[in-house]
Nanobody, 115 residues
Framework: QVQLVESGGGLVQPGGSLRLSCNAS????????MAWYRQAPGKQRELVAG???????TYVDSVKGRFTISRDNAKNTVSLQMNSLKPEDTAVYFC?????????WGQGTQVTVSS
């Protein structure tokens, strides 16, 4: 059974930083594609950053240069380091894993950027 547990969300002032982590159980992380999505109120869920099994990363344009996705295969985790946060980054952030051609989602963690 695949389970994804996210942590690290919260309230931060503009310009601040947060680090999100997602621990995946029931998979072999080094063989999986992993990603972070976000969904703001009234908007569609969007891909923020992804990392494939070979370590190649991709980012939505709005976070390039500010966010960094990384993975620790030994710990079965994927992380998202978010710097220079802006109010428009406010959303629920979801961890996503593709394992055996099936997509799995975490429960989501709220990130609020506000003064």
């Amino acid at each position: 059974q695949v389970q994804l547990v996210e942590s690290g969300g919260g309230l931060v002032q503009p310009g601040g930083s947060l680090r999100l982590s997602c621990n995946a159980s029931g998979i072999i992380a080094r063989l999986a594609a992993m990603a972070w999505y976000r969904q703001a109120p009234g908007k569609q869920r969007e891909l923020v950053a992804g990392i494939n099994s070979g370590g190649k990363t991709t980012y939505v344009d709005s976070v390039k240069g500010r966010f960094t996705i990384s993975r620790d295969n030994a710990k079965n985790t994927v992380s998202l380091q978010m710097n220079s946060l802006k109010p428009e980054d406010t959303a629920v952030y979801f961890c996503n894993v593709i394992w055996n051609k099936i997509g799995y989602w975490g429960q989501g963690t709220q990130v609020t950027v506000s003064s």
